[in-house]
Nanobody, 116 residues
Framework: QGQYVEFGGDLVQPGGPLRLTCQAFGSNFSNHDMRWYRQAPGKERVRIATITNTGFIYNYEDSVTGRFTISRHNATSTAYLQMNSLKPEDTAVYFC?????????WGQGTQVTVSS
């Protein structure tokens, strides 16, 4: 049974950068497509970026295009979300999601707050 854990959430000032990490434990990480989602208070969870198991990137959500970058390092079973030029509206709980066919994992989420 695998587990995915997010790290890196923090309070950051508008315009600042932040990198989130998703670490996989006990699963075949390299076979899974990875996604980042976020859920703002009172709103639905939204997918913001996808990277396939082979590193193909797609599905950046419009509001993060050009500011956020998804990446992965299969050798260390880790996925990343580099966030630049953060805005108050990026405030949310960020979740990583892994999927290969019926095999699906969610992390517990990490809070990102963008505020001065």
């Amino acid at each position: 049974q695998g587990q995915y854990v997010e790290f890196g959430g923090d309070l950051v000032q508008p315009g600042g950068p932040l990198r989130l990490t998703c670490q996989a434990f006990g699963s075949n990480f390299s076979n899974h497509d990875m996604r980042w989602y976020r859920q703002a208070p009172g709103k639905e969870r939204v997918r913001i970026a996808t990277i396939t198991n082979t590193g193909f990137i797609y599905n950046y959500e419009d509001s993060v295009t050009g500011r956020f970058t998804i990446s992965r390092h299969n050798a260390t079973s880790t996925a990343y979300l580099q966030m630049n030029s953060l805005k108050p509206e990026d405030t949310a709980v960020y979740f990583c999601h892994a999927r290969r066919g019926p095999s699906v994992y969610w992390g517990q989420g990490t809070q990102v707050t963008v505020s001065s």
